[in-house]
């Protein structure tokens, strides 16, 4: 069996609102948005980008307008984003006051992390290889 090569991975993060996500991203980590899909007086979908990494935002409401029922079986489940930076250091002075969900740390398998929860409620670990960094 011939296996195909993945090029490329997008998490679709769903929550009740995008807008307050969108500003964690452009405005303490230089994402830009680069499309938007308004739904009512709101956003119902939106990508963003910085360099390689991108991410898209639907709103519960927009997945169930989307495709009707499949919010039964996903809704209460959330992911978590883990990436990895250059500067550690930069995103701890970039995150000061957002809610963290874990304090820095260093972990077991070599890395120097700090979590937070991102406004739609998700789980973000960004992290720099231990011997990297200064902490």
């Given at each position: 069996?011939?296996?195909?090569?993945?090029?490329?991975l997008?998490?679709?993060?769903f929550?009740?609102?995008?807008?307050p996500c969108?500003a964690?991203?452009?405005d303490?980590?230089?994402?830009?948005v680069?499309?938007?899909v308004p739904?009512?007086d709101?956003?119902?979908?939106?990508?963003?980008?910085?360099g390689?990494?991108?991410l898209?935002?639907?709103?519960?409401?927009s997945l169930?307008?989307?495709?009707?029922?499949?919010?039964r079986?996903t809704a209460?489940?959330?992911?978590?984003l883990?990436?990895e930076?250059?500067?550690?250091d930069?995103?701890?002075?970039a995150?000061?006051g957002?809610?963290?969900?874990?304090?820095?740390?260093?972990?077991?398998?070599g890395?120097d992390e700090?979590?937070?929860r991102e406004?739609?409620?998700?789980i973000v670990i960004f992290?720099q290889p231990?011997?990297t960094?200064?902490?």
């Amino acid at each position: 069996m011939k296996t195909t090569s993945i090029r490329k991975l997008t998490p679709d993060l769903f929550v009740e609102e995008i807008e307050p996500c969108i500003a964690f991203w452009r405005d303490r980590l230089g994402f830009q948005v680069v499309a938007e899909v308004p739904e009512g007086d709101r956003l119902g979908f939106a990508i963003l980008s910085n360099g390689e990494v991108e991410l898209m935002y639907q709103t519960w409401e927009s997945l169930e307008n989307d495709v009707p029922g499949v919010t039964r079986k996903t809704a209460g489940r959330s992911t978590g984003l883990f990436i990895e930076v250059s500067d550690l250091d930069a995103i701890a002075r970039a995150l000061e006051g957002v809610d963290h969900a874990f304090p820095r740390r260093r972990t077991f398998y070599g890395m120097d992390e700090i979590g937070v929860r991102e406004p739609g409620g998700h789980i973000v670990i960004f992290a720099q290889p231990a011997e990297t960094s200064d902490k």
